[in-house]
């Protein structure tokens, strides 16, 4: 029974320490939703003024957006410990 209490109360305390961690990780992911959204918006507002072809603005603001998402992506699991994570933004 005493290895079972030692055993929760490191559980206990790994988990206080992660906290930190996992709120910043979300924190992360909710302002970098909205900024991505809002870049969206200006862009494609400032975008629709210029004439240019439908399909490939549809195509370039797609690839821009999963863009900032895959960065987001990385950005988050650096957060939450992903130390070696990073390498992917090498390649």
Known sequence: MEVINEYWSKTQ?????FLPHLLSAVLTLVIGIV?????RKIMMRFIDNKIFDATLLKFVMDVLIWAFRALLF??????LGGRNFGILLQL
């Open 13 to 17: 305390h790994a988990a206080i320490a």
């Open 74 to 79: 990385v950005s988050v699991i650096t957060k």
């Open 35 to 39: 900024i991505i959204k809002i870049f």
